[in-house]
C-alpha cells in the first residue's frame, strides 16, 4: 500500500465502542414481529455448522497485524457518528449528525426494531462467543465484550443502516451494500462473532425492515431523508477521496476463499 493509502487506513482508526440499541421510539410496538423463527437455529460446535464457524475462527486469526484488521478495530465503534462516518466513502457523501439529523434519525429510529429482534435471539440461544469455544485472539479486549454470539448486533445495525441508505442513494447501492457486508465481516475478522452470527444478523436486519417498511411513519422517514442527502450533494459536500480509496481497497478484500 502506498502512503496515501496507509493514510486513509489511519483516518478510519476506531473511537470506543458504545452500545448498539440505545432508548427512544421504534417504528414497530414490542411483540409485533418476532424474528426467531425466522431463522435457523444456532450452530452446535461439534456440528457441521458448528465446526465450520470454528475452522473459520481459527483461519482468520491470520488477518491480525494486516490493514483488515485494523478496518475491523474501526468498525467496532458503532455509535451514529461513527457509522455515518463510516458509510461516508460509500454514500459519497461526507455525513455526519450534524448535517444529516434526518437520515440519523430514521437510522436509529430502524435500528431500535432490528436491534430488539436481535436481543431477543441471542437471549434465547446464548451463543457462546468464537473465543469463549477455541483459544485466538481478538481486535478488542475480550474481557470487555458482553453479551452473546448469535445473532451479531453488529451485523444486525450494519446490515439495517446498509439496507435504508441504499433505498434512500440508490444509485449508490452497490457500495453502500458492499460496505455493510463488510462491516459484519469486520467482527468476523475480529473474532468476537462467529460467521454464522453474522450471516443471522443480516437475515435479522432484512425480515424486520421488511415488516418495518409496511409503516407509513418509516416511507415519510424515507422521503425526508431523500431530501436531505439530495440538499447535500448539491452542496458538495464530498468525503476525502485517500481515505475512501484505502477503504474500497479494504472492502473488496476477501476474508475468506
Known amino acids: 500500500m502506498n502512503g496515501k493509502l496507509l493514510a486513509g487506513v489511519a483516518a478510519l482508526m476506531a473511537i470506543p465502542v458504545v452500545a448498539l440499541a440505545q432508548d427512544g421510539p421504534a417504528f414497530l410496538d414490542d411483540g409485533y414481529f418476532d424474528v426467531i423463527n425466522v431463522l435457523p437455529p444456532a450452530p452446535i460446535k461439534d456440528e457441521p ?4 464457524d470454528r475452522a473459520i475462527f481459527k483461519l482468520t486469526r491470520g488477518l ?3 490493514p483488515r484488521w485494523d478496518l475491523a478495530i474501526n468498525d467496532a465503534a458503532a455509535d451514529t ?5 463510516d458509510f461516508s466513502c460509500a454514500a459519497g457523501l461526507n455525513l455526519t449528525p450534524g448535517n444529516a439529523p434526518r437520515t440519523a434519525a430514521l437510522l436509529e429510529k430502524a435500528s ?10 441471542k437471549d ?4 457462546q462467543r468464537p473465543f469463549q469455544i477455541d483459544a485466538g485472539e ?3 479486549p475480550a474481557a470487555a465484550i458482553t453479551g452473546f454470539d ?19 442513494l440508490h444509485e449508490r447501492a452497490a457500495p453502500i451494500l458492499s460496505r455493510a457486508r463488510a462491516f459484519g465481516e469486520s467482527r468476523i475478522v475480529c473474532g468476537v462473532h462467529n460467521a454464522s452470527a453474522v450471516e443471522a444478523g443480516r437475515m435479522t436486519a432484512e425480515a424486520t425492515l421488511n415488516v418495518v417498511r409496511t409503516e407509513q411513519a418509516y416511507a415519510s422517514a424515507v422521503v425526508a431523508a431523500r431530501a436531505e442527502l439530495t440538499a447535500l450533494r448539491k452542496a458538495g459536500a464530498s468525503p476525502p477521496a485517500p481515505a475512501c480509496s484505502a477503504e474500497e481497497i479494504l472492502v ?3 476474508i475468506l476463499r
Not at 81 to 85: E, K
Not at 124 to 127: C, E, H, I, L, N
Open 49 to 52: 455448522r458448528g465446526v465450520a
Open 64 to 66: 491480525k497485524g494486516t
Open 81 to 85: 457518528a461513527s457509522m455515518l462516518r
Open 112 to 121: 431500535r426494531d432490528t436491534a430488539r429482534e436481535a436481543n431477543a435471539v
Open 124 to 127: 434465547f440461544y446464548r451463543r
Open 138 to 140: 481478538t481486535c478488542e
Open 150 to 168: 448469535y445473532p451479531s448486533g453488529h451485523a444486525t445495525r450494519g446490515w439495517t443502516w446498509g439496507l435504508i441508505l441504499s433505498e434512500i
Open 252 to 254: 473488496e478484500q476477501p
